[in-house]
């Protein structure tokens, strides 16, 4: 089960049936099946908070990503600065919709075991992310 919920923001105009089926389709390219996910969409004050509570990060970021995997099991906890996610989009010149689905998906990649801090594995994560925003047209 998918769920979606905001704290402290409205909540993203995200066509809700249609995304699960497309974080669906993601998983099981991964061979993965989606079991517990839960997406939290915040403002940057929040994710501030998160990031300096759980991972000991004093700086802004677009998503954080909780792994509770069991086997090919996607689960986990996505926290979601939508403000950030504006901000890039602004930065990168993206429509903010699309730069909001990449952010959701690309906690879904991690979940299936793409990183991205490591020598090349952003290139990875990117190639990854759009192979993944061509599947939701």
Do not use: Q
Not at 11 to 33: D, F, L, Q
């Amino acid at each position: 089960m998918i769920t979606y919920n905001a704290e402290g923001v409205k909540m993203p105009n995200i066509k809700k049936r249609a995304t699960t089926a497309w974080i669906r389709s993601v998983a099981a390219e991964y061979g993965r099946k989606v079991g517990e996910v839960g997406y939290l969409f915040v403002n940057d004050e929040k994710i501030l908070e998160v990031n300096n509570e759980y991972l000991g990060h004093d700086y802004y970021t677009d998503i954080i990503t909780f792994d509770y995997d069991e086997d090919n099991m996607v689960n986990g906890d996505l926290v979601i600065s939508l403000d950030t996610v504006r901000t890039n989009a602004e930065k990168f010149g993206k429509p903010y919709e699309e730069e909001l689905h990449r952010v959701i998906i690309h906690g879904i990649l991690h979940l299936c075991g793409i990183n991205d801090k490591g020598p090349g594995e952003r290139e990875t994560m990117e190639a990854a992310e759009n192979r993944a925003l061509a599947m939701r047209k």
